[in-house]
């Protein structure tokens, strides 16, 4: 096992949101040269075959190696998400779980210092073992497998003392989110010339109303009296491998922080009840939630965590989960225009048509999850 990053201890505590990749800045590449050297200070054995890794933000180039000494994954930290303070909480945090057979892929250390981290030329490396799995199935059982690993997580956390102080902030009442949400009909104007603007504009107000209204009710059931933990902070099916049923891997710390464990759960059961009939069309998604998969969510974390979903925290879930869901749609379009490659004006219409979906039957789903 490497050691962990050398760094001095006492980092900066950022309040942060969600992290926004800006896609004028994707598609980075490793260049020949810069491979060479980083390669040098790793022991691999004899390397056989390299090739590019797609997965994942395209900001983060990813390398699969195979080698004499097993297969590999190289990874160079994007622009945003670089701070050597950050990486080395991230990597403190795998190195604890992993240290207590909790499923990571293990860290490579480096050849001379068996470090964690790599740093050269102004850039972070990471090296780790590649974990072949397959990706969640879109059925009941992977979303219940994922929230065993979701409940195991919390428990082990509940033990953790980070070394370096977490990051704080979420999707949760975001400052960041009437000033994105002024921004958007002139990005999206911008990608998508002969858009009507006053639409756009009457879009953003409406969600703008929404967002505030749930952040209003979150804070009425009392989050902001429950304890912080370490969480994971980006939980959803990307971030998941699975082999014969059950989580082999669990991937990207990038956004670990610190905040109430609800704000990972319901950022969970929203990213794995979303449908997409066809993924290059959101206004063809189905505004409703894959109900049965957040009820089999919510199931395999209660098994596994130290305790239950309480009734109170049940009672935010769709508060927060319509705020994650204007959040981490408005942020990415109001930097870009777009969401990802999707078009930001339909992407911003399918996000209206869900939350108005779930605002009115918010009780339901609660008695639901309760039943």
Same mark, same amino acid.
């Given at each position: 096992?490497?050691?962990?990053?050398?760094?001095?201890? #006492?980092?900066?505590?950022?309040? =942060?949101?969600?992290?926004?990749? $800006?896609?004028?800045? +994707?598609?980075?590449?490793?260049?020949?040269?810069?491979?060479? %050297? !980083?390669?040098?200070?790793?022991?691999?054995? %004899? %390397?056989?075959? %390299?090739?590019?890794?797609?997965?994942?933000?395209?900001?983060?180039? +990813?390398?699969?190696?195979?080698?004499?000494?097993?297969? /590999?994954?190289?990874?160079?930290?994007?622009?945003?998400?670089?701070?050597?303070?950050? !990486? *080395? /909480?991230?990597?403190?945090?795998?190195?604890?779980?992993? $240290?207590?057979? @909790?499923?990571?892929?293990?860290?490579?250390? #480096?050849? #001379? $210092? &068996? &470090?964690?981290?790599?740093?050269?030329?102004?850039?972070?490396?990471?090296?780790?073992?590649?974990? +072949?799995? +397959?990706?969640? $199935?879109?059925?009941?059982?992977?979303?219940?497998? *994922?929230?065993? *690993?979701?409940?195991?997580?919390?428990?082990?956390?509940?033990? @953790?003392?980070?070394? @370096? #102080?977490?990051?704080?902030?979420? @999707?949760? *009442?975001?400052?960041? =989110?009437d000033g994105a949400l002024k921004q958007i009909p002139a990005m999206v104007a911008a990608a998508e010339p002969g858009t009507a603007r006053e639409e756009l504009e009457d879009r953003c107000s409406s969600l703008r109303e929404i967002y505030h209204g749930a952040a209003d009710r979150t804070d009425a059931a009392g989050i902001g009296t429950w304890p912080p933990r370490v969480l994971h902070g980006d939980w959803h099916p990307g971030n998941l491998l699975y082999r014969d049923g059950a989580v082999v891997a669990a991937l990207d710390f990038d956004s670990a922080r610190i905040e109430p464990r609800i704000i990972d759960v319901a950022n969970a059961t929203l990213q794995f009840s979303m449908k997409m009939t066809k993924p290059d069309d959101p206004e063809s998604w189905p505004e409703r939630l894959d109900v049965r998969r957040i009820r089999a969510l919510l199931k395999g974390y209660d098994l596994a965590a130290s305790k239950p979903v309480s009734a109170d925290e049940r009672q935010t879930l769709p508060w927060l989960i319509i705020e994650a869901l204007i959040l981490e749609s408005v942020l990415p379009i109001a930097a870009t225009g777009r969401f990802a490659r999707l078009s930001g004006s339909s992407f911003l219409k399918m996000v209206e048509r869900k939350v108005r979906w779930l605002k009115p039957r918010a009780g339901k789903l609660i008695e639901y999850l309760e039943g």
């Open positions: 096992m490497p050691s962990p990053p050398t760094l001095p201890p #006492t980092p900066p505590a950022p309040h =942060l949101g969600p992290v926004v990749d $800006d896609e004028r800045a +994707k598609g980075a590449r490793f260049e020949a040269p810069e491979l060479g %050297i !980083v390669l040098s200070h790793y022991e691999l054995g %004899i %390397i056989t075959h %390299i090739r590019q890794y797609r997965r994942g933000s395209r900001r983060a180039p +990813k390398l699969r190696i195979a080698a004499s000494g097993g297969e /590999f994954l190289l990874k160079r930290r994007a622009p945003g998400r670089d701070d050597p303070y950050r !990486v *080395a /909480f991230a990597q403190d945090l795998q190195l604890f779980l992993g $240290d207590r057979g @909790y499923p990571v892929p293990g860290l490579i250390g #480096t050849r #001379t $210092d &068996n &470090n964690s981290m790599l740093q050269h030329n102004g850039q972070i490396y990471e090296m780790f073992r590649f974990v +072949k799995g +397959k990706r969640d $199935d879109g059925s009941p059982a992977a979303a219940e497998q *994922a929230g065993r *690993a979701l409940g195991w997580l919390h428990r082990l956390l509940e033990a @953790y003392e980070p070394s @370096y #102080t977490p990051a704080t902030g979420s @999707y949760h *009442a975001a400052g960041g =989110l």
